[in-house]
Structures are given as C-alpha cells and as structure tokens.
C-alpha cells in the first residue's frame, strides 16, 4: 500500500465521493456534479488507487460504500463542508441585489422557446440583473465560454468539446407542424401521406444534417422542397402552403401552434428523442454567480418538463 501522507488529493475527488456516496450511482453522481460519466469513472479510479480500497462497490442497482469508505464518510463530509463556508464567506453572490449580466449562448430556437421563461424567472427573484443572448458556431462555443462572452450555453448532445461541464436539462421530441389552412386530420396524417407530401427542413448553418440524421433515423427518406437555418421561417413558409409539412422540436411546434398559423399533428411513426443540455467552462465551475445561474437554469427546465 502507497504511503497515504506523501500524496495529495485533489478537492474535485472528494466532491466525486461526497457525490456517489448520496447517488449511489456513477450515473447519478456524474450528472449531479456536471460532468460525463466517463469523467466520474475516472474519479472513481483515481480515489481507489489514493486509497487502495475499492471503496464502493456494486450491489445490484446500486453502488455501496465499503467499510472503509464508510469510515471516511465523515470527515470527508466535514472537509467539504468547512470549505465550502470559507469560500461563501470569501466570494459570495446574491440574486436579489446583484446586477451581473447573464450571458446565454443559444439559437434562434432557444430563444422563442426558452428565454421568455428564463427572463420571468430571473426578473422574480434577481430583479437588478439583466440578461444578453448570442448565438455561436458550435466550434466557438467552447472559447465564448471560457472568455466569458457566455455564461452557459444551451444545446443540444452533439456539441462536440469534451472540456466543457454539461448537465442535461430534458429531452427532446419531435412533432409534425401544417398550415392552419391545412384540412388534413391526424387520421389522414399516415406514413404514406407523410412520406408523398414536400418537407421543410431547418439545417443549421453549423450543425449540418443535426435534425435530418434524428428524424430520418430508421431509413425514412423526405422530400425535402425547402431547407432553411431558421426556425422562426417555418410557420411564415407553412401558413401559405398547406400542401408542405415541417419537422420540428414538440416545444418550438407549441409555441408556433399558439400564433395560429400552424397546426400541430403528431408524427406518423416513431420518432427518436435527443438531450437538450446547458454547457460550461471549467474557468467558471466554481464561480458563486455561475453556480446559482446552472441551479436556476436546471429547476427552471425541471418546472418545464413537469
């Protein structure tokens, strides 16, 4: 066994055992603390080999501390505990009287589905704060996040940057939208009529094919008449041309149905699901202000799904 006293242990591993001690679950812990489940597992391999103790262990669904980790418990607790006091005494934020900007990084789509709840809730409980959105290639987000020109940046899984933290925050599904002039019925709406009628498809710009490859999943083939960047095109193009039908993210299809140019119909077939999740720099994980921002951000979405 390796002289304990001669090597040090880095904080972030004591917050990985403080997590898996309440999750019971590489999982679980992984998504508490924002990080990716090959990360806690890494974790998790690191504290073995300081203590070379397994120190939890799999009992059917659930990770069980072992004698020894059991034992720490407490005092790693403690150590947590006393630091996390020292630094809110040192650097602490308060929502009510703070007038930080909060930066967003999202799309168009972010913005007409989301930050309309964003601006309620922040408004309510940190009034003099104010919020900016911008929006980003994918192959910028990761350094708009470590500059600080965003706070958190809300996407979806294929954001490719393994440096950033990420938390998931809902999934996503998908809904078919028409014309309000449209006369179709969801009895109408078979995956004949569905494949023989011309699609608009939205493409970002950055992010070629992201929704074609999740809708067309399992060989279904369009005919895709229109291919666009923009979702806030969508229902412009739909209203007056009730003979084209788009594919679209069931809240976005919600909030297009309520201005009454679109009807919302539910896909003829199975459709798969994908992960809207909030991003952010490791610069910025201990930050109180970015803290508070990710806990809102999540309870916000939690309320959302509910």
């Given at each position: 066994?390796?002289d304990?006293?001669?090597?040090?242990l880095d904080?972030?591993?004591?917050?990985?055992f403080?997590a898996l001690?309440r999750?019971?679950s590489?999982?679980?812990?992984?998504?508490q603390?924002?990080?990716?489940?090959s990360?806690?597992?890494?974790?998790?391999?690191?504290l073995?080999?300081?203590?070379a103790?397994?120190?939890?262990?799999?009992?059917?669904d659930?990770?069980?501390?072992?004698?020894?980790?059991?034992?720490l418990?407490?005092?790693?607790?403690?150590i947590?505990?006393?630091v996390?006091?020292?630094?809110?005494?040192?650097?602490?934020?308060d929502?009510a009287t703070?007038?930080?900007?909060f930066s967003f990084c999202m799309?168009?789509?972010?913005?007409?589905?989301?930050l309309?709840?964003l601006?309620?809730?922040?408004?309510?409980?940190?009034p003099?704060?104010?919020i900016?959105?911008i929006q980003a290639?994918?192959?910028?987000?990761?350094a708009?996040?470590?500059?600080g020109?965003?706070?958190l940046?809300?996407?979806?899984?294929?954001?490719e940057?393994p440096?950033?933290?990420?938390q998931?925050?809902f999934p996503?599904?998908?809904a078919?939208?028409v014309?309000?002039?449209?006369?179709m019925?969801?009895?109408?709406?078979t995956?004949?009529?569905?494949?023989?009628?011309q699609?608009v498809?939205?493409?970002?710009?950055?992010?070629?094919?992201?929704?074609d490859?999740a809708?067309?999943e399992?060989?279904?083939?369009?005919?895709i008449?229109?291919?666009?960047?923009h979702f806030l095109?969508?229902?412009?193009?739909?209203?007056?041309?009730?003979?084209?039908?788009?594919?679209?993210?069931?809240?976005?299809?919600r909030?297009?149905?309520r201005y009454n140019?679109?009807?919302?119909?539910e896909?003829?077939?199975p459709?798969p699901k994908f992960?809207?999740?909030?991003y952010?720099h490791?610069r910025?994980?201990h930050?109180?202000?970015n803290?508070?921002?990710r806990?809102?951000?999540?309870e916000?979405f939690?309320?959302?799904?509910?």
């Amino acid at each position: 066994m390796h002289d304990i006293h001669e090597r040090k242990l880095d904080l972030n591993l004591l917050l990985a055992f403080d997590a898996l001690l309440r999750e019971g679950s590489v999982t679980k812990a992984a998504d508490q603390l924002g990080l990716t489940q090959s990360a806690m597992s890494h974790a998790l391999r690191r504290l073995r080999d300081f203590y070379a103790d397994p120190l939890f262990v799999r009992v059917g669904d659930v990770m069980r501390p072992t004698p020894y980790a059991e034992g720490l418990a407490p005092l790693v607790l403690e150590i947590i505990s006393t630091v996390r006091v020292k630094l809110m005494t040192q650097a602490s934020f308060d929502p009510a009287t703070s007038r930080r900007v909060f930066s967003f990084c999202m799309s168009d789509m972010g913005e007409l589905v989301f930050l309309p709840r964003l601006i309620e809730r922040l408004r309510s409980i940190a009034p003099h704060c104010r919020i900016r959105t911008i929006q980003a290639p994918s192959e910028k987000i990761a350094a708009c996040l470590e500059s600080g020109d965003a706070d958190l940046a809300l996407g979806s899984p294929y954001l490719e940057a393994p440096e950033l933290f990420r938390q998931e925050l809902f999934p996503h599904t998908f809904a078919c939208i028409v014309s309000h002039k449209s006369t179709m019925t969801q009895t109408d709406f078979t995956i004949e009529r569905f494949l023989s009628m011309q699609h608009v498809s939205v493409t970002l710009s950055d992010r070629s094919g992201l929704y074609d490859r999740a809708i067309d999943e399992g060989g279904v083939k369009r005919d895709i008449y229109l291919t666009t960047p923009h979702f806030l095109m969508v229902p412009m193009i739909l209203e007056n041309n009730p003979t084209l039908v788009a594919t679209v993210p069931r809240e976005l299809a919600r909030v297009f149905e309520r201005y009454n140019a679109v009807r919302m119909l539910e896909p003829p077939m199975p459709l798969p699901k994908f992960s809207l999740r909030q991003y952010w720099h490791p610069r910025h994980h201990h930050d109180p202000a970015n803290i508070w921002l990710r806990q809102m951000t999540k309870e916000l979405f939690d309320n959302f799904m509910s």
